[in-house]
């Protein structure tokens, strides 16, 4: 299943997404703008951790956000 989701055309339409909603860093700190050098460089050794499921996961940057009902977002 993985591997259809790591095909070209899918992981092209999603980075062209992530750059035209102009997405904000992540963890890293990496800006959006940098992304697709990076993706570009980098890709064969992403994809090859991926599917041999030794890539790791940074840690996601939490926000708790109060609504006026007193619920949490």
Request: proline share 4%; charged share 30%; no cysteine.
């Amino acid at each position: 299943m993985i591997e259809k989701v790591l095909k070209g055309r899918n992981i092209k339409q999603a980075l062209q997404q992530t750059v035209s909603n102009k997405g904000a860093a992540g963890v890293d700190k990496m800006p959006v703008s940098l992304l697709k050098d990076y993706f570009q460089r980098e890709q064969a050794k992403l994809f090859t951790k991926i599917v041999n499921h030794k890539y790791l996961t940074k840690p996601i940057r939490g926000v708790e956000i109060h609504k006026p009902d007193g619920k949490i977002r």
